[in-house]
């Protein structure tokens, strides 16, 4: 597993995201939970993935969509041994 922090905000997000889903479909929750973890490992994996978008933020940050949601993610310079990144990462809704 490559390293990788949610912020307190993304891991706040995806809670409110999976209850609003789950108050419908528990399974569909799950999945794009699953999905989005899945989305967090690739992205620390082969950081840059993604593309700017300048219309939305100045910051310097990729955008990665998993279904109707944009993971929104900066590389960061490595605290942890044997990985050249970590990532910071957090989601937004389309």
């Given amino acids: ?5 949610l912020s307190p905000d ?4 995806l809670q409110d995201i999976w ?3 789950a108050s419908d479909n528990v399974v569909a929750a799950d999945k794009l939970e699953d999905e989005l973890f899945e ?19 100045e910051r310097n940050v990729q955008f990665w969509p998993v279904g109707k949601y944009l993971i929104v ?5 490595s605290r942890c041994k044997l990985s050249p990144f970590c ?8």
């Fill in 10 to 13: 993304a891991l706040q997000d």
């Fill in 73 to 77: 993610y900066r590389g960061l310079p």
């Fill in 19 to 21: 209850d609003f889903i």
């Fill in 87 to 94: 990532m910071e990462l957090a989601t937004w809704q389309k």
């Fill in 39 to 57: 989305a967090f490992e690739m992205l620390a994996k082969r950081p840059g993935m993604g593309h700017a978008r300048s219309d939305l933020t």
């Fill in 1 to 5: 597993m490559f390293p990788y922090v």
